[in-house]
């Protein structure tokens, strides 16, 4: 069992910049290939950017968004620049044992609360 607790949203205006962070608890963290969600009211979950050996990014964020791990302090990073109202959503964090590929395709084991991102016009 992987116990995932996101943190570091908030309201932001448009241009800026947030960090969102992910502690994850329970099993080797370094085993899981980690991923950042999204979902923006009316709207279905969106991938955001996925990570283990390699790094993968939603088509909406590439250039903006940067996930990164911590793996000594099993913490799951998404630093978000350049922000726009777009960009507004509950984000989650998602844990899996199985490749990017599938963490891109929604199919994770774990799935953290989620943390409110609001970027004002």
């Known amino acids: 069992q992987v116990q995932l607790v996101e943190s570091g949203g908030g309201l932001v205006q448009a241009g800026g910049s947030l960090r969102l962070s992910c502690v994850a608890s329970?099993?080797?963290?370094?085993?899981?290939?980690m991923g950042w969600f999204r979902q923006a009211p009316g709207k279905e979950r969106e991938f955001v950017a996925a990570?283990?050996?390699?790094?993968r990014y939603g088509d909406s964020v590439k250039g903006r968004f940067t996930i990164s791990r911590d793996n000594a302090k099993n913490t799951l990073y998404l630093q978000m620049n350049s922000l726009g109202p777009e960009d507004t959503a509950v984000y989650y964090c998602?844990?899996?044992?199985?490749?990017?590929?599938?963490?891109?395709?929604?199919?994770?084991?774990?799935w953290g609360q989620g943390t409110q991102v609001t970027v004002s016009s």
């Open positions: 990570i283990r050996w390699s790094t």
């Open positions: 998602a844990a899996s044992l199985g490749s990017v590929e599938m963490v891109i395709r929604g199919r994770a084991d774990y």
């Open positions: 329970g099993r080797t963290f370094t085993g899981y290939t």
